[in-house]
């Protein structure tokens, strides 16, 4: 299913779940439309969580209680599996609703090229060394050179783990973590 090319899979900034797709089930996912890029060839700001998308485009306010909830421990809590279920609920409305608006304003084709260039590289899919996997970390370059040196290390020995577990490094320890931290270091 992942890899059936006539299928499309409706995701919202998708590169974390697709990299899950490639380590749980070996599958690279193809025909991917992303809501968060569409949207933000509508016009709107380029990242824009779900919630805020299902706010300004169906009116419906989501949950976001159990977005860092520990999604491993299994079995998944009802609360987990209410939240799952809401949060990709709206998702094909969405892309219904942003299809067309992005047809109307005759930006469609350009979308469909730069989300398949985006969804469908295999560097995706490429593991980082250890030694450049603070480069993942968002904003890293506005770092002072002390906090990414710690970054640096941070980032190295969260790779390793994540790699020796066959688990996405952000189930170690989110990113905006590691960022946090580094500041909190060097100061």
């Known amino acids: 299913l992942l890899e059936n090319c006539d299928v499309c ?3 919202h900034s998708p590169d974390q779940d697709l990299k899950l797709f490639k380590i749980f089930c070996d599958a690279e996912a193809k025909n991917i439309f992303d809501t968060q890029l569409a949207y933000a060839f509508t016009g709107a700001p380029k990242q824009v969580s779900l919630a805020k998308l299902c ?3 169906m009116d419906v306010e989501i949950s976001k209680t159990q ?9 998944l809590k009802e609360s987990q599996l209410i939240y799952a279920a809401e949060d990709v609920r709206y998702l094909i409305e969405i892309a219904d609703i942003l299809r067309q608006r992005l047809k109307d304003n005759q930006r469609y084709e350009w979308f ?5 260039s985006i969804s469908e590289n295999p ?6 060394k250890a030694e450049t996997a603070y480069k993942k970390v968002k904003q890293f370059g506005r770092l002072p050179l002390r906090s990414l ?8 020995y969260r790779h390793d783990i994540a790699i020796s577990r066959n688990i996405t490094p ?9 960022f946090k931290a580094a500041m909190y270091l060097s100061s």
């Open 9 to 11: 899979k409706i995701l």
């Open 55 to 57: 706010l300004e485009i």
């Open 67 to 75: 977005q860092v909830s520990d999604w491993t421990k299994r079995p």
């Open 112 to 116: 469909v090229e730069e989300n398949h």
């Open 123 to 128: 560097s995706l899919y490429e593991e980082a």
């Open 149 to 156: 040196v710690y970054l640096q290390k941070m980032a190295a």
């Open 170 to 178: 952000n189930f170690i320890f989110h990113q905006s973590l590691l």
